[in-house]
């Protein structure tokens, strides 16, 4: 049975992208770097961690990476105050979810102060049960880490979640984590490789359908086998 919800956070709940995008820019250009259109494309989904540590090595350069991720919060944060705005049918989403029961969780790459900036300027943190972010795991996706943790931090095991993301890192992540996966389609993973999720939706709305049609399949089925179990134990007993 589908016991919780998770969610990517950049993308799917926040459109945070281009703001995340242009920040990104903005410090690496003080340090004289410009990233190319494939390793923009390679970075949805990641741990800044991973990312400027790619760029940094790639070019042979001595930069701290810590560094480069802190003056990427500050510029991020700066950014967004006041006009971050939450993906169409985010609150309506999560509210519907909250009163199903369903546990909600939220998995995402970015850091902790990334996270709770983007999650304040929106505020929808009181909606989940557990956060994990990119800096709670050794491994960034498409390694399954950080879904795992935040499954075992909201009690239940892989295989009773169902995962939103919106980035082929992030769908091996949950894939690998023996987890089912919606993707929403995005204009900036177009292109990327969507085939190893259970379902696509074109929107939060298509998602909320999907995740109210599995549930409803899946307490079918259990009502069956639970009727069925009755009936043989009650065949049993009137043999006895």
């Known amino acids: ?30 340090h004289g770097i410009w990233l190319t259109e494939e390793e923009k494309i390679r970075a949805y989904g990641r741990r800044m961690e991973e990312i400027f540590g790619d760029v940094i090595r ?29 993906m169409q049918g985010a609150g309506k989403i999560l509210a519907a979810l909250k009163k199903t029961g369903l546990k909600i969780g939220l998995a995402t790459s970015s850091g902790s102060k990334k996270m709770e900036n983007t999650l ?16 709670h795991v050794q ?7 950080v879904y795992i943790k935040t499954a075992k931090k909201l009690g239940v095991e892989p295989a009773e979640c169902i995962v939103v ?14 987890m089912m996966c919606i993707a929403i389609k995005s204009p900036n993973t177009r292109g990327q490789d969507f085939s190893g999720a259970d379902y696509l939706a074109d929107s939060l709305a298509g998602v909320e359908k999907e995740i109210e049609r599995v549930v409803k399949a899946e307490r079918r089925t259990s009502r069956r086998e639970i009727k069925r179990e009755n009936e043989l134990k009650l065949a049993r007993m009137m043999k006895e």
């Open 165 to 178: 993301e919106d980035s082929e890192f992030g769908i091996m992540s949950a894939k690998a984590a023996g």
């Open 120 to 135: 304040n300027e929106l505020s929808i943190s009181g909606y989940f049960d557990v956060m994990s972010s990119g800096d």
């Open 58 to 86: 790639d070019r042979g350069l001595r930069i701290d990476v810590s560094k480069l991720v802190g003056e990427k919060d500050s510029t991020f944060e700066e950014l967004i105050k006041g006009s971050l705005k939450p």
């Open 139 to 145: 491994k960034g996706k498409p390694h399954p880490e």
């Open 1 to 30: 049975m589908i016991k919780a919800v998770i969610f990517d956070l950049d993308g799917v709940l926040a459109d945070t992208e281009h703001m995340s995008s242009q920040a990104d820019d903005t410090v690496l250009a003080r």
